[in-house]
């Protein structure tokens, strides 16, 4: 099954909405293809919160990083492959994406990617508790 981009996204936000909301977290995802976290998340005493970045991708694929990676923000950036069919989710650090991302330049022009192999290992595979509890 293939969706579009627009689906997929919706799909990988909403499970991870799903996966955050079982762990106690009262979750509101912000405005669509705003600049900055796509999910607001705090504890049932409001007195921590966590800023979370989402990628939904069809495929085992590389993330797109943009330009820059100074557009990695949040408390965590959650990549959810596979999203129509079996999906898995990965759980990193803003840290870990910038030390894994990848530099490409083609035409002149600089992107970054994080290739399959950085994020889909088994430190970060479901690695909910990384987030912790709410």
């Known amino acids: 099954m293939t969706l579009d981009p627009q689906l997929t996204g919706n799909v990988g936000l ?8 079982l762990l106690g977290w009262n979750v509101m995802p912000t405005a669509r293809n705003a600049r900055g976290v796509d999910i607001i998340a705090y504890n049932r005493d409001a007195n921590r919160f966590v800023g979370v970045q989402v990628k939904a991708l069809g495929k085992r694929n ?16 959650v990549i959810v492959n596979k999203v ?40 970060f595979r479901e690695a909910w508790e990384r987030i912790g509890h709410g």
Do not use: N
Request: aromatic share 12%.
């Open 14 to 21: 909403y499970y991870c909405c799903y996966r955050l909301s």
């Open 62 to 77: 590389p993330v797109p990083l943009g330009t820059s990676l100074d557009k990695i923000m949040g408390d965590f950036r």
């Open 84 to 123: 129509a069919t079996s999906p898995s989710a990965f759980i990193l650090s803003p840290s870990e994406v910038r030390a894994g991302a990848h530099r490409g330049e083609k035409e002149g022009r600089v992107s970054f990617w994080l290739q399959p192999s950085d994020y889909d290992q088994d430190q």
